[in-house]
């Protein structure tokens, strides 16, 4: 079974940076792809960033040049290095890994607010 597990949300004031984790285990490709996806009450689940194993990255525009995505294959580990949060970043962010571009293994979410 493949499971994914996200870690490091929590509250934060405007302008403070948050390193969330997402750990995936069982048995993955090794052609995969990990991403963030983030849902704010009342509204649909969009992307944030994506990185395949061979490193490529795609960011959301509302994100570029404030958030990075980074991965560790051999922990099959994935990042989200997120820097000058503003209000309109808090959601509940959830890791993703998608193999074969097809089948997703969804986490259960962390929360991550940004408040003064």
């Known amino acids: 079974q493949v499971q994914v597990v996200e870690s490091g949300g929590g509250l934060v004031q405007p302008g403070v940076s948050l390193r969330l984790s997402c750990a995936a285990s069982?048995?993955?490709?090794?052609?995969?792809?990990l991403g963030w996806y983030r849902q704010a009450p009342g509204k649909q689940r969009d992307m944030v960033a994506t990185i395949s194993s061979g490193g490529s990255t795609n960011y959301a525009d509302s994100v570029k040049g404030r958030f990075a995505i980074s991965r560790d294959n051999a922990k099959n580990t994935v990042y989200l290095q997120m820097n000058s949060l503003k209000p309109e970043d808090t959601a509940v962010y959830y890791c993703?890994?998608?193999?074969?571009?097809?089948?997703?293994?969804w986490g259960q979410g962390t929360q991550v607010t940004v408040s003064s």
């Open positions: 069982g048995s993955i490709p090794s052609f995969n792809t």
């Open positions: 993703v890994l998608s193999v074969l571009g097809l089948y997703n293994y």
